[in-house]
């Protein structure tokens, strides 16, 4: 097994091939060149810097579910379907980064910051993500999965725009902590995030692999055969939801040199975890202090303190700790009932262990 930073090498290798041959498409339909300089420039600058976890794990788990290292060509296949899912993650920041007014994105300014882009960086999101479905009839056009790739893009980006709705309207310019709960939050978390980042990337690697949608019988008699995606989706969106709660707590938690960046939640008006576990357990006078000081800039000001103040008294740091072993621990329980068959291509605990692996007691 190549060690992670070769793995990295070799699936940026891919992008270059991608953004290449996308780039050409143009060149064949006599786009003028400056036209394909922006385009090649706004991939560039906005795809493959971040850490490429959820367009790697397609790879990862396409190897998993075949049981044998990949040809050169499953490789590849697996690797576009992984850029597939970095470019519709970078549709979704650029213009998320639009709609929040945002600075900086990856240690560099927001694309629409750049002087000379602006505005245009609505269309450019739109052509990355046009981009995903060129690739995957340019790829998948002639295999039996196609239909299915292009329908489980649709219907994720779909789930994560409900998801961005609800996470405007709850959280606006004007804070309102009345809109928050622990349900809200779960609600905003399991539709803008665990869809995308969690259950498309084993479902793409699923569907490359010919697993049909065919129900599967329990471990458990007492309950029905289960279609390998539901079993699939059951365990990969409660992990998500874990890992954003994780995300949520490091934000707080964690020291700019931990996490390589600093925390922005509290002054942000962010509906996370942690202010509304902090709500469920505030005092009248603590509640009072927190919608004072929530969502109060500057980043390290004395509204920011205040309510780290009132979160380390609540016990958020304990409460964290409590929430995590208790959900590490049902989710094990539920990978444990995945029914095994061994051959290849079928479903396997090892894909659900993987991602469970990567992020249980993660620190950054």
């Not at 056009?141 to 409900?162: G, P, R």
Request: aromatic letters at 10%; a negative charge.
């Amino acid at each position: 097994m190549a060690d992670k930073a070769e793995r990295r090498a070799r699936f940026e290798g891919v992008y270059r091939r991608i953004a290449d041959e996308l780039v050409e498409d143009l060149r064949k339909n006599n786009i003028p060149e400056d036209a394909m300089k922006w385009y090649r420039r706004s991939l560039d600058y906005n795809v493959p810097g971040g850490k490429l976890n959820r367009g790697m794990s397609v790879v990862d788990t396409v190897e998993i579910l075949k049981r044998r290292p990949l040809t050169e060509e499953e490789y590849v296949k697996a690797a576009v379907l992984g850029w597939c899912i970095e470019l519709l993650q970078a549709y979704f920041l650029v213009s998320d980064d639009i709609m929040d007014a945002s600075i900086t994105r990856r240690g560099q300014p927001c694309w629409y910051r750049n002087s000379e882009v602006g505005m245009i960086a609505i269309n450019d999101s739109f052509m990355i993500c046009s981009a995903i479905y060129r690739l995957l009839k340019s790829y998948f056009k002639k295999d039996a999965c196609y239909v299915d790739l292009i329908e489980v893009f649709l219907e994720t980006t779909w789930q994560t725009e409900i998801g961005q709705l609800i996470d405007l309207i709850t959280a606006p310019e004007h804070v309102d902590l009345s809109k928050f709960s622990l349900e809200k939050h779960s609600m905003i978390v399991i539709w803008k995030t665990a869809f995308y980042s969690f259950y498309l990337p084993v479902a793409c690697a699923m569907y490359m692999c010919g697993i049909p949608h065919t129900p599967i019988a329990s471990l458990d008699p007492s309950k029905p055969a289960q279609d390998p995606y539901d079993i699939a989706k059951s365990i990969l969106i409660p992990l998500g939801e874990y890992f954003q709660v994780q995300d949520d707590y490091l934000d707080f938690s964690g020291t700019p040199e931990q996490i390589g960046k600093i925390g922005t939640d509290i002054i942000d008006n962010k509906c996370s975890w942690c202010i509304n576990v902090a709500l469920l357990h505030a005092t009248p006078q603590q509640k009072s202090v927190l919608e004072q000081h929530y969502g109060k800039k500057p980043s390290g000001g004395p509204s920011e303190l205040e309510v780290k103040r009132v979160f380390e008294e609540i016990g958020v740091r304990e409460k964290y700790a409590e929430y995590e072993e208790g959900v590490v621990k049902k989710l094990r329980e539920m990978i444990a009932q995945v029914p095994e068959v061994e051959e290849p291509n079928t479903l396997r605990r090892d894909v659900f262990e993987s991602f469970l692996g990567k992020i249980y007691k993660r620190s950054k």
